[in-house]
């Protein structure tokens, strides 16, 4: 099982939007409507921000949405704010009752 | 309130048997559709997910490190244990341990994790 891939890192301005992209293949993230999305400060524990694809947790800002295509799952950030700066991983259910983590994103707020 | 709290050892030397037990409260390992996985980060590196235990005591592993990992839980004591076999200096991590809400495949909840280093 290899982890999900997604970019090292995005920056984005101030009011900007970013998206970040967790690519895995058919047999995790294509098949299985079950993709959620973490944001993880330094030093802390993450934080579930989206899951299942696309529904926001508790207390999560509307300015986070998820989508999936094919076996490409994306989350995006609109109005970017300086608090948003983190990291940001994925993950998905990959069958038999295991799951993949996304080998995680920086983002940088400039 | 659920909390997950990670203890053991925060170090141990190359070819020794790791041990991290995890003491969870608010929630009941009998639950059926939550399982306590352990996951790690090595510093500045992607999480890895290692294993986790579902309520009626199937387990699952990763499968890079199945050979190594052996997963069990104390439901008197509210504790579910991990073990690593011949340790390297490349486990260095933190660990977490975590509860996955398998329906949706969300993790909620996460310890505060440990760093281990070897």
């Known amino acids: 099982q290899s982890a999900l891939t997604q970019p090292a890192s995005v920056s984005g301005s101030p009011g900007q939007s970013i998206t970040i992209s967790c690519t895995g293949t058919s047999s995790d993230i294509g098949t299985y409507n079950l993709v959620s999305w973490y944001q993880q400060y330094p030093g802390k524990a993450p934080k579930v921000i989206i899951s299942e694809v696309s529904k926001w947790s508790s207390g999560v800002s509307n300015r986070f949405s998820g989508s999936k295509s094919g076996n490409t799952a994306s989350l995006t950030i609109s109005r970017l704010q300086a608090e948003d700066e983190a990291d940001y991983f994925c993950c998905s259910y990959a069958g038999d009752k295991t799951f993949l983590l996304g080998g995680g994103t920086k983002l940088t707020v400039l | 309130q659920v909390t997950l709290k990670e203890s053991g050892p925060v170090l141990v030397r190359p070819t020794e048997t790791l041990t991290l037990t995890c003491t969870v409260s608010?929630?009941?390992?009998?639950?059926?559709?939550?399982?306590v996985s352990w996951i790690r980060q090595p510093p500045g590196k992607a999480l890895e997910w290692l294993a986790h235990?579902?309520?009626?005591?199937?387990?699952s592993y990763s499968a890079s490190l199945r050979n190594r990992l052996t997963i069990s839980k104390d439901t008197s004591k509210s504790q579910v244990v991990l073990t690593m076999s011949n340790m390297d200096p490349v486990d260095t991590a933190t660990y977490y341990c975590a509860r996955i809400d398998m329906a949706t495949i969300v993790v909620d909840s996460w310890g505060q994790g440990i760093l281990v280093t070897v």
């Open positions: 608010g929630f009941s390992l009998y639950t059926s559709r939550m399982v």
């Open positions: 235990i579902f309520a009626h005591d199937e387990k």
